[in-house]
């Protein structure tokens, strides 16, 4: 085999793999503090011990929701205007010839306390967990949010005197920018994962990755140094087959195996998975063994519940797993609703809240509310106007983020063109191009940095990884929904 | 390497060859038979001198490795007696395997057929079918033209599916319908049938897909008006020939197409729905065979106005266009620049590496834009030339940094690789697995969205992302992925014939020829690494595999062949194929 050059990187690869390889925490410290050292140069803040917990947890949604059904403007005038921007109100009896406006009466009303003057809102009949979480001033919407590099509206975007993000409305791009905290075509790093990279060191002691994902490998969580651990809502899988005398050879050879110098990046790269899987499988099965019981009921055959249940015992074995900082991503979808909206979004959103409101629910149970803040991405939200049985790809939507943590009952953005948070909904009209592809208020990179900043991130860094962030900065960048 | 003795249970085979051909898999077992005579007649007269044939088992089998679900004692022998060059032709020209016809006989009666026997269908072909190369390239353009039963309608819709898959797999190589008529095997054919499938038309919503409706105001779906130029054909920016960007004066990548592309194309793409109506729905209990026949056009839905698409090509419109309208924008898209490179580098990427060269990429889609004979789009050809381009070659030199020859193997095919070496079956002659996604993170037309498994420009985090180096498929492996499908292999493994836990519906693999050589650990793991790494185990591996098969006790030659299996299963080397 040939040798590999002592470039930091090979150096931090080969303790990783060295270390996980023995399957030991100790030996994992030590690849830890390599990374710290190597770190320095990256992080331009320092991050002294903190003695509390925080977790962020995102849901994305994958496929771009329909999230103009989600938050819904119900006064007389702006309900109208919604109403006719989506063809008409949902026929249930022809779902394949049919208007995507929510019935007024099925909505769930919400009291938005930041609202204008005579302005009424409701959320999706599909969502009353998620209503009741908005109403009890645990759960907050961004409104009218979208990848942007600098603010833009629909004369700037249709002049071109601004920059736009390349490749709008292409999901795998949007989604890629969302994830990533700025708007730029290539890449492979989340803001999780940059943020991980950096805020780390807090996690003093512990053996797994401060990332954790309950949906496989995700650009959100990557970094350059940490990435994620995935596991599944079942939890970490066993190794199997390798137990007996017979199994403690099998397991020494394979270890073996692992353990060797490959000339190739592929197998590097599929032996650090494996070793990975087998030495975190050892710290998180046996912290997961002391988890205490938790009695709030999640609901069945819900994939998104059974993640986030998952991630509800995690968070409970914090101690035993030495996290005071923790990043879960779990993702969920098709979203993607060109056709037949009208019978799969309420099933999609039903999912969504009723898992969310339970895992609230288990945080308040296990007393950590105020350490633990949910959000949604999406990577768009879609056409105002039907295509007969669904919507097609479009720009700005609307997020729901919830905890303890929130400054809760509000709507949360920049103004639109049409002066407020809200945008105006008709066709073709200030805020929104002609099927009602809505053009951002505020940038993504504003929401998430806002999250950033409560989960710990220094301004400093902030700016590192959200590097358009400052370009919203009159007044601040800062939508200011976490207290 | 030298030559191997192939260990055959040879009357077991047999017998369940001749089970099987009382099963619904007719055509393909006693195809297969018929190759299994011919594999006898070459040894019997011995490997004849070919120019271009592998030199070595070890060489044949990594190139089956790539052309196949897998190399089996036959195909190895029949490589090496007649060459790349014919083995290839052969290939091409052999017919399809259908799924279609097996699912449909599986469900005869029925009229509410299951995925689970399309599930079936496809792992019998992987396994048993002649035609692997036409499977294969089936395989991998189902992975660029996604279809799924996970998505929209198609849960329901298995016989629809399965004739999708005989699409890809005709129109990969050219077929004969049943009025002897040839159809080419081209990117155009392929994409124009592809276009006209139900299957299609329910995953990417076009099917029914009416024009502007200013009374309700309903606009044109946009999704396959998209996808169908950003996944299935040129993608997001300009590329060169070799796939590289071409960049405006900025320096930026130049976009293929703008939005208002998307909204003019949603405009042809209006009109189509199924032969028994525009209205028809049958599928389920009114199940008919328009559920999967080509859709055709209704003129009254199609938008008459005149389109401008892609490069400003204009599609004109006019009174009953609706069929030539589509079949316009079809062709400007198949003719676009970027079309060759776009699909040469997927095809490179599925076959043989993630991360090929730009010289390679550019001459495999030299042959995408003339066959040699003047051809545009020959997929065969196309194929054909990923697969003996030089730098795939046995014993290339690696290419320059970070360019690096070889690719993860698909986890699925991991486990076909196992199941044809050892000529995996089941007593009922059935191939019954229905939920591989569970432990392989795959599906056949099966992924969770349009984006396949994995993205062609997935980036590993860490050394390789760093180093902008690609692999697709180590997005689908991570910590839980590659437990579970280490897991199932060794499920498999212990699935070996005469196992007393075996049921008639367990498919069992035949280890008869390696427990023979239990006794003798270095032979057994030399085995081995014939029959799954083709030859190329390192000698780090080797060691550490016979001190493991020494170390398990001789007493039980077969837990010594399922450990050291199970061990290289879930190794490094076996994960990634070069």
């Known amino acids: 085999m040939t040798s590999f050059s002592s470039s930091r990187r090979d150096f931090l690869r080969k303790a990783a793999c060295s270390s996980l390889a023995a399957a030991s925490g100790s030996a994992l410290l030590t690849q830890l503090s390599l990374m710290n050292s190597a770190l320095a140069a990256t992080s331009c803040a320092s991050y002294p011990p903190v003695s509390d917990y925080r977790a962020l947890v995102c849901l994305f949604l994958l496929g771009g929701n329909d999230s103009w059904n989600l938050l819904v403007p119900t006064d007389t005038a702006r309900y109208n205007t919604y109403v006719t921007s989506r063809s008409g109100i949902i026929n249930p009896a022809m779902p394949n010839n049919s208007g995507m406006a929510v019935d007024s009466s099925q909505l769930l009303p919400v009291n938005v306390l930041n609202a204008g003057s005579g302005h009424t809102y409701g959320v999706h009949p599909s969502c009353p967990e998620l209503a009741s979480l908005f109403n009890s001033g645990a759960g907050a919407f961004g409104v009218n949010i979208g990848t942007l590099l600098q603010p833009t509206t629909k004369t700037t975007y249709g002049n071109g005197s601004v920059p736009l993000p390349p490749q709008l409305f292409s999901h795998a791009d949007q989604q890629g920018q969302w994830q990533y905290g700025q708007p730029t075509a290539n890449g492979s790093t989340g803001?999780?994962?940059?943020?991980?990279?950096?805020?780390?060191?807090?996690?003093?002691?512990?053996?797994?990755?401060?990332?954790?994902?309950?949906?496989?490998?995700?650009?959100?969580?990557?970094?350059?140094?940490?990435?994620?651990?995935?596991?599944?809502?079942?939890?970490?899988?066993?190794?199997?087959?390798?137990?007996?005398?017979?199994?403690?050879?099998k397991l020494n050879a394979l270890e073996e195996l692992l353990a060797l110098s490959y000339p190739d990046p592929l197998s590097r790269t599929y032996a650090s998975k494996v070793n990975n899987a087998i030495g975190y499988y050892n710290t998180m099965s046996s912290a997961l063994a002391g988890a205490p019981t938790l009695n709030t009921v999640f609901p069945a055959n819900n994939p998104v519940a059974d993640a986030l249940k998952m991630i509800a015992k995690v968070i409970s074995v914090r101690g035993a797993l030495q996290a005071k900082r923790q990043v879960f991503f779990v993702s969920y979808g098709s979203f993607d609703t060109h056709d037949t909206q009208v019978v799969g979004q309420p099933k999609l959103l039903s999912t969504i809240s009723s898992a969310l409101g339970a895992f609230y629910n288990a945080t308040v149970e296990l007393g950590v509310q105020n350490s633990v803040t949910s959000f949604t991405l999406s990577e768009f939200a879609r056409t105002l106007n039907s295509n007969g049985d669904g919507t097609d790809h479009a720009w700005a939507g609307n997020q729901f983020v919830m905890g303890g943590s929130v400054k809760g009952q509000n709507i949360y953005g920049r103004p639109a063109v049409s002066g407020g948070l809200f945008p105006d909904q008709t066709l073709n009209g200030p805020d929104c191009l002609a099927r009602g592809q809505m053009i951002p208020g505020a940038s993504c990179d504003q929401y998430s940095a806002t999250l950033a900043r409560w989960l710990g991130l220094n301004d400093c860094d902030i700016a590192t990884i959200f590097p358009y962030v400052n370009n919203f900065n009159s007044p601040t960048w800062d939508l200011g929904f976490m207290s | 390497m030298g030559l191997f003795v192939f260990h055959r249970a040879r009357g077991l085979r047999a017998a369940r060859r001749a089970h099987c051909c009382r099963a619904v898999a007719l055509v393909v077992v006693c195809l297969g038979a018929a190759q299994a005579h011919a594999y006898d007649l070459i040894f019997s007269s011995g490997f004849e001198q070919v120019a271009d044939a592998p030199t070595s088992d070890a060489e044949a089998a990594r190139f089956l490795t790539m052309a196949t679900f897998g190399p089996t004692p036959a195909s190895i022998a029949q490589l090496r007696s007649v060459g790349y060059g014919q083995w290839i032709d052969q290939q091409l020209s052999m017919p399809t395997t259908p799924e279609r016809p097996y699912v449909q006989a599986l469900d005869a009666g029925v009229k509410n057929p299951g995925q689970a026997d399309r599930m079936e269908a496809w792992f019998a072909n992987a396994v048993t079918a002649p035609d692997q190369l036409r499977q294969r390239a089936a395989w991998a353009l189902s992975q660029i033209m996604v279809a799924s039963d996970q998505l929209g309608n198609l849960p329901e819709d298995p016989i629809t599916l399965a004739e999708y898959n005989d699409i890809l797999a005709r129109d990969a190589f050219g077929w004969y319908d049943t009025g002897n008529q040839y159809h080419a095997g081209t990117y155009y054919n392929l994409l124009y049938d592809v276009s006209h499938s139900p299957a299609m038309g329910k995953m990417l919503t076009f099917i029914r897909n009416s024009k502007p409706n200013p009374v309700t105001g309903y606009s044109p779906d946009e999704n396959y008006a998209r996808e169908v130029m950003q996944l299935f054909s040129i993608g997001l920016i300009e590329r060169n020939l070799d796939f590289s960007p071409q960049l405006d004066g900025g320096g930026q990548p130049i976009p293929t197409y703008t939005q208002a592309t998307i909204t003019a194309n949603a405009r042809v793409l209006t009109g189509l729905s199924y032969q028994s109506g525009w209205n028809s729905n049958p599928t389920g209990l009114n199940w008919s065979a328009a559920d999967y026949l080509p859709l055709v056009c209704y003129e009254a839905y199609h938008d008459e106005g005149q389109k401008i698409v892609l490069?400003?090509?204009?599609?004109?419109?006019?009174?009953?266009?609706?069929?030539?309208?589509?079949?316009?924008?079809?062709?400007?898209?198949?003719?676009?620049?970027?079309?060759?490179?776009?699909?040469?580098?997927?095809?490179?990427?599925?076959?043989?590496?993630?991360?090929?060269?730009?010289?390679?990429?550019?001459?495999?889609?030299?042959?995408?834009?003339?066959?040699?004979?003047?051809?545009?789009?020959?997929?065969?050809?196309?194929?054909?030339?990923?697969?003996?381009?030089?730098?795939?070659?046995?014993?290339?030199?690696?290419?320059?940094?970070?360019?690096?020859?070889?690719?993860?193997?698909?986890?699925?095919?991991?486990?076909?690789?196992?199941?044809?070496?050892?000529?995996?079956?089941?007593?009922?002659?059935?191939?019954?697995?229905?939920?591989?996604?569970?432990?392989?993170?795959?599906?056949?037309?099966?992924?969770?969205?349009?984006?396949?498994?994995?993205?062609?420009?997935?980036?590993?985090?860490?050394?390789?992302?760093?180093?902008?180096?690609?692999?697709?498929?180590f997005q689908v492996l991570n910590e839980s992925s590659v437990v579970s499908t280490a897991n199932d292999l060794t499920n498999r493994v212990n699935a070996y014939v005469g196992n007393p836990a075996n049921t008639s519906a367990t498919i069992a693999v035949d280890l008869s020829g390696l427990v023979a050589l239990a006794s003798n650990p270095t032979a057994l793991v030399a085995q081995l690494n014939h029959d799954l790494l083709y030859g190329s185990m390192s000698s780090q591996m080797n060691t550490i595999l016979v001190n493991l098969v020494t170390a398990l006790p001789a007493s039980n030659p077969t837990a010594r062949v399922t450990g050291a299996l199970q061990v290289l299963l879930a190794s490094p080397e076996y994960a990634i194929q070069k």
């Open chain 1, 191 to 249: 803001w999780g994962g940059l943020m991980s990279d950096r805020l780390y060191v807090l996690n003093a002691g512990a053996t797994i990755p401060m990332s954790i994902s309950l949906s496989g490998q995700n650009r959100f969580q990557a970094g350059i140094n940490v990435q994620p651990y995935s596991i599944s809502g079942a939890g970490p899988i066993a190794l199997g087959g390798y137990t007996g005398s017979a199994g403690t050879a």
């Open chain 2, 311 to 473: 490069d400003n090509q204009v599609v004109p419109g006019g009174a009953n266009r609706c069929a030539p309208d589509i079949a316009d924008l079809l062709q400007i898209i198949a003719s676009h620049k970027n079309v060759a490179p776009f699909i040469a580098r997927q095809l490179i990427e599925r076959f043989t590496s993630s991360n090929p060269t730009p010289a390679y990429i550019q001459r495999v889609a030299e042959v995408f834009l003339n066959n040699g004979q003047g051809v545009y789009g020959d997929l065969g050809a196309v194929v054909k030339a990923v697969l003996t381009d030089p730098e795939a070659a046995y014993n290339a030199p690696p290419p320059p940094s970070p360019y690096v020859f070889g690719k993860a193997r698909e986890p699925l095919l991991k486990l076909t690789a196992l199941w044809r070496y050892y000529a995996a079956a089941a007593q009922n002659g059935l191939y019954s697995f229905n939920y591989p996604q569970g432990n392989y993170a795959q599906r056949p037309l099966g992924a969770p969205s349009v984006f396949n498994f994995y993205l062609p420009d997935y980036l590993p985090p860490g050394e390789m992302a760093q180093a902008g180096q690609y692999g697709p498929e």
